[in-house]
Structures are given as structure tokens and as C-alpha cells.
């Protein structure tokens, strides 16, 4: 049948409903009984951060687009899509909620964790916890009476606040009804209670609980009606015109303060605020009440990560895991085994440590004349960013492309390239109007026989220690002339803004890689047609390209059997007779967050294997720098098989399979099959049985 002639909506699923689709099943972990309880509570704060995000960035981007002079679109396809999203919401809220207050609070305090509410303390417990609010708290709160010369107070972006209704008259005989309480950000959220005042295990107690039970104090001779705790999510995009301003950085700069007083795009508020209040802070932020969510509970979730830190007990958390170290890699200088064959490093289970150590060794290295470096996400404190450093201030020839727009980590990389420029590095910005998110560094090393070589690292995850440990993502080190040739013509393309040279082995979007992924396919399409298998296997993120996808259809109707791994959003339909029948999907949700970009096409027993940082997404193809760099050894294509796709088409315990309408459904062992997955087999045939520290 093809995709020719069919409705739009039989073709490809709904974006944003995938989007939320992904976090029900982040959300079916902390319901899992056979996870340990505190990880629990930890995927129900990355709902909530999730939540956040998609609120801050594609809701807002939604409403902002059909917006027209402050005013918003009432035509029925928006409309009715965003009814559509505020109801899925609705309801994943509430579970979340409902999750956290009936399952995982009761069983965190048989386990000796309590998190109490007022009415749940002792007399002891309450007089500590009045001597904390009066010694610790109420010195930093302002509450703002409103009235004419008091208006409605800036409220920062997921900030936490309260809205207080008060009867009788204000200390100047009038009637200011309503006020406004900022909680301070330099404060916790979850504060321990001394051990000797509770009688079994630990006690904490949450912010916004003891303001609650204190608010009253604020008020001298007013008494408090009502109050409520409160919470607004604002548009947090940054815009920049790029084509305007005359140094990036320091227009973001000024920007980074602006996206604390977006446009707001939700409301939070208790389950037993008041409707007047409600509305009347609905009225504030020019929300209507769709876009009201009601909580039972802190309205702010993803702080509950607090707890967990402070709660500190192996027993309720995943047994402690850490990456094997490879003894020859130590023992011997990287450049010499580099010289002998390539390194693929499969992050968590193998450690970053050896990307930091190659970028670590260069830099002190007196034969290593220059080290270039794409830098997307990197944290706050970096040992790689220090090695950048040291490298420019021995003289070395530094050079590094900051992305400044990579979202919510703009301040930090804002920080880096302060740092590195007076270290005496050359940092560039990437390219006006496109996201380098391309994960290469490049060591340039005068050999013994006097000639220059060149070798690369190229991945699929962010040069971020931190992350590493709880990503799954692959690196190649590699010193293939021609490889390594061609990151340092990526970095001249970076650096100089000059046309890149024909690559005859990276793909590089915005250039060709949406045109080299396509020709793949098609290759395979025409293998079936002759009558070989066509076989394409791929692992992303997201998929939701239509040209790729319009080609995967038309490779499933010529007979290509095809499995995808996709964790997040995914707009493809699959199993659909004459359309997609040859095409799986699934999504595997674990222990690590799955981030590995692979590509995998047959190709006549070729067996081609590309690694990348891109996803199949519109913007990974034509609005960023991207690399998909190919694995040309035998032995370490067999690796990236076996260990980066094998074990995840075989995933019985954290994998969900999609069908044609949308749904995802957990793919269970059949019969009397033993479960497997993917992430525990990885962890006991990769990883050290040493507990980390």
C-alpha cells in the first residue's frame, strides 16, 4: 500500500502523546515492587523533571507558535491537541502522586524513612521543628501584602511559594486580603530531624511543610483564612538572534536572566487550594485553568531527590556497580596501543576515565603540539575541562567549540569558555543558527620519525564524568589515519566556517547525514528486492524524522526486516499491514538511561556499523553539527553488536514493545523462558564486581 494516499494520522503517531507515553512507563519503574525503594522514589523525580522539561520547552514552543500578537490561535486542530495534552498530563500527575503518597511514602517508613506532616509529629518533634523555622527560615522570608504600592510579585520559574488569604486589617487600618511568601532557594527542601527525637529510624521533614505550619507567624494580628503553596513552570527557551548580535556570549548572558520570567505554561498549586485563590493566581500568570494542576503533596517533586541523598541506605538502593578498568590501558601509553588498533569504550560499563586520561596524557605530552574539543554538556567541575586548561597554559595549541546553546547547561559551558580563554585556549562557538552537538576531540602529536599524526575520539554522550556513570553511551578512540583526518577537516569546517570536504567515512549533518542514513536504507530495500535479506537495526533516542521514516516504510514494503530501539518519542507506526509490517519498535527503561546512538545495516554481509550523536530527528539532521562515524574493525563491530543491540532485542524485563496504535506494552518472558535484560547481563559481563565508592 505504501505511505502514498493514506491520512497523515494513519502514517505517524502523535508526538507529543509518545512523549508523554515515555514517561508512563519512567513512571511503571517506581511502581515496579522489585525495585529497590528509594530508586523508586528516584523515577518518580525524573517524571517530575521530565514533566518540567517538556512543559518548559515543547508546550511552551507549542503555544508560542500559535500565538499572533498576544494572542493565542483558536483553531481545532491546536485546540483540540492541546486539550489532548493537558489531559494526559492530568492524569500522569495524578498517578505520580498517587504512587508517591499510597505505595512508596507508607513503604519507606516501614523501612524506618519518614517524611511527616504536622498532624504526623510528636510534641517534641514540633518544638524543634518551630525552633528551626524561627531560627533558620522565617529570617529570610519576605511576605508581600498586595495592594497598589505591593503588586503581584515576580515569581521565578519552578520557584516554591505560598498564597495567603487573611481576614481583619492590615497594621494601617486596611484590608489587604491577600499575600505572597517567596520560600528562600538557598534552604533545603527536606531537613533531617534530630535521631533522638524520633523512636524508630529517621525523620524528615519537607520545606513547604514547615512554612505551612508556621505561616501563621508571619501575619502579627491577622488572621490566616486560607493558604496554599503554589508553583508556576515558565517558557525556558532561550532566543537569541544570532544573526543580530555581535557576540553570542554575551547576549546569552543577559538572556540567562530573562528565562527565569518566561511566559508561564502551568500552574501548580495543593489539592486543597481554594478555588478563589486558584483562580486568582491563574489570573496573575494568564493561565486558563486547564493549565492548573492540583497536588497532593510538595508541588515540586523532583526535590524529593533530597531525601534520597540524605536517607543514604544501601539496602534500599541498586547494588553498587562500577566500570571495569582495562590493566593494559593503565600500564601502557595510550598513543602507543592506539597505534596498534582502535579502543571502543561502552560507557557505564566501561569507564570515562579513559577519555579523561587520553585528553589527560596529551596535555602534558611535550611531542602533542595542539588538542581540539567539542564541548556540549560538560558540568560544573570537569577534570577534562582542568586537562583543557593545563594543556593551553603549557603553550600547547588549544582549541574548543562551546556550544552555548546546549539547553539548561548554558551557564556552566558560559563558564568554560571564560576559563579557557584566560588560560589561553582559542574558543569558538560552533556555527550561527545550529547546535554543534557533534562529540569529537582531536590530539595532534609529532611521531618519532618527526611526522604529525592525528588521533580522535569520537561518541555518542557528552564529554560529562557524572553522567557517564549513569548513561549508556559508546566512544572510539581511534588513530586511522584517514578517521582522524577527517575529524580535524570537521573542526577547520567548525573553526573557519568553510564548506566541508567530501568525508569519505564520517557522516556530517546538516551536510549529508540525513542523505547518507536515507541512500543506507534504500540499499538495503534494493538487496531485498534481489532477493538477499535486508536486515537494518538502529538505536536512538528519538525518531520522528518523516523522510526517514517515509524510507523505512518503503524498506519494510520491499521486505527489509527492521528493528528499532527507541527510548523516548517515537512517531513511526509500526505493524501496520502493507505499510510497516517488517518494522519492530521498542523502548527499553532501566537502570541507565539508554543514550547510544547505533546504526546497523547489513549490506550484504558487509555489516556496516555507524556510531552517532544524532537521534532521527528533524533537528539532529538539518539544525545542528552531528557526526556518525563508522566501526571498521572486525572484532570491535562484533562488540558494538553484541553488546549495543543483541542484548536489547533479547530484553525481557525492561523492554516495551509498540504497536501500530500507539501503546506500548511490557515485553514479558514466554512460557518458561528465564527473564533477561539487557542492562544486568551488560553489568555482570562488563562491569567490576568491586563495589564503588
Known amino acids: 500500500m505504501g505511505a502514498t494516499g493514506l491520512a497523515r494520522s494513519a502514517i505517524y503517531l502523535d508526538r507529543e ?27 518518580l523525580c525524573i517524571v517530575g523533571s521530565n514533566l518540567d522539561e517538556f512543559f518548559e520547552v515543547r508546550v511552551a514552543s507549542l503555544l508560542a507558535q500559535n500565538t499572533v500578537d498576544g494572542q493565542l490561535a483558536k483553531h481545532s486542530a491546536f485546540t483540540s491537541m492541546m486539550n489532548r495534552i493537558s489531559i494526559e498530563c492530568h492524569r500522569l500527575a495524578e498517578r505520580q502522586y498517587e504512587v508517591l503518597n499510597q505505595e512508596i511514602l507508607p513503604a519507606l517508613s516501614r523501612k524506618g524513612i519518614h517524611l511527616l506532616r504536622h498532624s504526623e509529629r510528636t510534641e517534641a518533634q514540633r518544638a524543634w521543628v518551630k525552633s528551626y523555622f524561627d531560627r533558620e527560615v522565617r529570617p529570610l522570608l519576605t511576605p508581600i501584602g498586595l495592594d497598589p504600592a505591593h503588586p503581584f510579585p515576580q515569581v521565578v520559574n519552578k520557584s516554591l511559594n505560598f498564597i495567603v488569604s487573611l481576614a481583619g486589617k492590615d497594621a494601617f487600618g486596611r484590608g489587604t486580603a491577600i499575600a505572597i511568601v517567596k520560600a528562600p532557594r538557598v534552604l533545603p527542601r527536606v531537613i533531617k530531624v534530630p535521631d533522638e527525637l524520633t523512636e524508630k529510624g529517621h525523620a524528615y521533614c519537607l520545606l513547604s511543610s514547615i512554612i505551612h505550619a508556621h505561616i501563621g507567624d508571619l501575619f502579627n494580628d491577622r488572621e490566616v483564612l486560607a493558604y496554599s503553596q503554589f508553583r508556576v513552570t515558565r517558557d525556558s527557551d532561550l532566543w537569541v538572534d544570532e544573526d543580530e548580535v555581535k557576540n553570542l556570549r554575551q547576549a546569552l548572558q543577559g ?78 601509553n595510550i598513543f602507543e596501543v592506539l597505534n596498534k588498533h582502535d579502543i571502543l569504550l561502552h560507557h557505564p560499563f566501561q569507564p570515562f576515565q579513559t577519555v579523561i586520561d587520553f585528553i589527560r596524557t596529551a596535555s602534558t605530552d611535550p611531542n602533542v603540539l595542539a588538542i581540539k574539543q567539542t564541548i556540549y554538556r560538560t558540568g560544573m567541575n570537569s577534570d577534562l575541562m582542568e586537562c583543557l586548561i593545563t594543556a593551553a597554559r603549557m603553550g600547547k595549541e588549544v582549541t574548543v567549540v562551546v556550544e552555548l546553546m546546549a539547553r539548561f547547561d548554558e551557564e556552566a559551558n558560559i563558564n568554560w ?20 552537538h557533534a562529540k569529537l576531540a582531536l590530539v595532534i602529536r609529532r611521531e618519532e620519525n618527526g611526522r604529525l599524526k592525528h588521533y580522535a575520539h569520537m561518541g555518542t554522550g557528552n564529554y560529562h564524568a557524572s553522567t557517564t556513570r549513569f548513561y549508556t553511551d559508546f566512544g572510539l578512540l581511534t588513530a586511522h589515519p584517514k578517521k582522524a583526518a577527517e575529524v580535524s577537516e570537521v573542526f577547520m569546517h567548525l573553526t573557519g566556517l568553510n564548506k566541508p570536504k567530501k568525508l569519505e567515512y564520517l557522516w556530517l549533518a546538516p551536510f549529508f547525514l540525513q542523505q547518507k542514513i536515507i541512500k543506507a536504507i534504500r540499499n538495503e530495500a534494493r538487496i531485498a528486492r534481489e532477493g538477499r535479506p535486508g536486515r537494518i537495526i538502529a538505536k536512538m533516542n528519538a525518531l520522528v524524522d518523516e523522510s526517514v521514516i517515509r524510507a523505512l516504510y518503503a524498506a ?67 539544525r545542528r553539527i552531528e557526526v556518525a562515524f563508522p566501526v571498521l574493525e572486525k572484532n570491535l563491530k562484533k562488540r558494538v553488536m553484541s553488546e549495543g543491540l543483541d542484548p536489547y532485542l533479547k530484553d525481557t524485563t525492561n523492554a516495551w514493545i509498540l504497536d501500530s496504535n500507539g501503546v506500548y506494552e511490557r515485553r514479558k518472558p514466554r512460557g518458561k523462558q528465564a527473564p533477561f535484560g539487557a542492562q544486568q547481563f551488560l553489568m555482570q559481563s562488563l562491569g567490576s564486581p568491586e563495589a564503588e565508592d
Not at 528493528?563 to 502493507?578: K, N, Q, S, W
Open 17 to 43: 502523546h509518545s512523549q508523554i507515553a515515555f514517561n508512563w512507563r519512567v513512571l511503571a519503574q517506581a511502581e515496579d515492587k522489585s525495585i529497590p525503594l528509594l530508586e523508586r522514589l528516584k523515577y
Open 255 to 332: 538572556e540567562l536572566q530573562g528565562r527565569q520570567f518566561g511566559l508561564a505554561v502551568r500552574l501548580e498549586v495543593a489539592k486543597n487550594c481554594p478555588e478563589a485563590l486558584s483562580q486568582f493566581l491563574l489570573e496573575q500568570f494568564n493561565l486558563n485553568k486547564d493549565q492548573l494542576y492540583q497536588v497532593d503533596g510538595p508541588v515540586n517533586m523532583v526535590r524529593l531527590s533530597e531525601l534520597i541523598d540524605l536517607a543514604n541506605q544501601a539496602n534500599l538502593r541498586f547494588p553498587a556497580f562500577s566500570a571495569k578498568i582495562d590493566n593494559k590501558l593503565t600500564q601502557k
Open 417 to 436: 569558555a571564560d576559563r579557557l580563554q584566560r588560560a589561553g585556549a582559542q574558543v569558538v562557538y560552533g556555527v550561527v543558527g545550529l547546535k554543534t
Open 556 to 622: 519494510s514494503a520491499d521486505g527489509v526486516k527492521i528493528d528499532l530501539i527507541v527510548r523516548g518519542a517515537c512517531t513511526l507506526r509500526p505493524g501496520v499491514p502493507g505499510l510497516s509490517e517488517n518494522i519492530s519498535v521498542r523502548s527499553i527503561i532501566g537502570r541507565f538511561l539508554e543514550h547510544s546512538r547505533i546504526y546497523y545495516f547489513r549490506n550484504d554481509l558487509e555489516h556496516d556499523v555507524y556510531l552517532a550523536s544524532a537521534d532521527w530527528m528533524s533537528r539532529n539532521l538539518y
